[in-house]
């Protein structure tokens, strides 16, 4: 995950709760990224829907 965020992770996955704009990007059928619009960072942290 590139942009500001927290992250709290609940019983069918996690809640993310966005401090700046961001897309979320489908990466298959079952795992997302969360990317920052206008940042600068690299990082990203993987979802599974399914959990």
């Known amino acids: 995950m590139s942009a500001a965020h927290e992250l709290e992770r ?3 996955g996690y809640v993310v ?6 897309d979320l990007v ?3 059928e079952a795992h997302y990224l969360i990317e920052a ?3 600068d960072g ?9 959990e």
Not at 42 to 50: L, N, Q, W
């Open 10 to 12: 609940g019983p069918t």
């Open 17 to 22: 709760s966005m401090r700046e704009e961001a």
């Open 26 to 28: 489908r990466q298959d």
């Open 37 to 39: 619009v206008d940042g």
């Open 42 to 50: 690299d990082d990203a942290v993987e979802s599974d829907e399914s």
